[in-house]
């Protein structure tokens, strides 16, 4: 069964680094999304991407944040300078159309120390 | 904006045991509401959903109903097996869509034999 793959699982990274996060949506699908859930707290949407470009995005994802999807796989979500709340799991999604399920990855852990 | 609230978490409970998690929400309009299970190690799976007042989802004999008086949604499951332990979350979406999803904080659940 077709899945969101994410890597890796878990980062640690130092305060102030860039940290670029990997997801490979599922093959047939358009839009794609990303997520974070800081422990103890609600899962967030951060951004939306259609058509090689944003389509959505929170208050929470400021200039510190892009998403790129560099080749016809992955989806990539980089943060530029992390910060200590950056800290939490990340998780991605994608769906076949704008309106359809949304399938998710198993999310990749960030710790910034 | 758009909230969503859980009951808080973990619950423990008993193989064979009634399953109750409570979720309310806010939101403008007529949301779609969904919730999803998140396995150990793996990511969010789309449990059940329902698009209208009155609706039932249902899906693996877990039950939610839609019920716009009381703005809820609550998961139910007759008779639990160790196999549902997991973490449970409630969304819901005000475009009618599975995209930009509004998460309440998740669920443990924790069955035991």
């Known amino acids: 069964e077709p899945e969101v793959t994410q890597t890796p699982s878990h980062q640690v990274t130092q305060m102030g680094q860039e940290v670029i996060l990997r997801c490979v949506p599922i093959?047939?699908?358009?839009?794609f999304y990303w997520y974070r859930q800081i422990l103890g707290q609600k899962v967030e949407f951060l951004v939306s991407?259609?058509?090689?470009?944003?389509?959505?995005k929170s208050e929470i994802f400021d200039d510190q944040f892009s998403v790129e999807r560099p080749d016809g796989s992955n989806f990539t979500l980089k943060i530029r300078s992390t910060k200590l709340e950056d800290s939490a799991m990340y998780f991605c999604a994608s769906s076949r159309l704008g309106n359809t399920e949304a399938f998710f990855g198993q999310g990749t852990r960030l710790t910034v120390v | 904006g758009n909230s969503v609230t859980q009951m808080e978490g973990p619950v423990t409970l008993s193989e064979e045991a009634f399953l109750t998690i409570n979720c309310t929400y806010t939101?403008?309009?007529?949301?779609?509401l969904f919730w999803y299970v998140q396995y150990p190690g793996e990511g969010l799976q789309l449990l059940l959903k329902a698009t209208k007042a009155d609706d039932k989802g249902s899906n693996k004999g877990f039950e939610a109903t839609y019920r716009k008086e009381t703005t809820s949604f609550h998961l139910e499951k007759g008779s639990v097996q160790v196999s549902d332990s997991a973490v449970y979350f409630c969304?819901?979406?005000?475009?009618?869509?599975?995209?930009?999803?509004?998460f309440g904080t998740g669920t443990r659940l924790q069955v035991t034999l």
């Open positions: 969304a819901l979406s005000d475009r009618g869509t599975a995209s930009k999803l509004t």
């Open positions: 093959s047939n699908h358009l839009y």
């Open positions: 939101a403008t309009g007529y949301p779609s």
């Open positions: 991407f259609y058509n090689n470009e944003i389509s959505e």
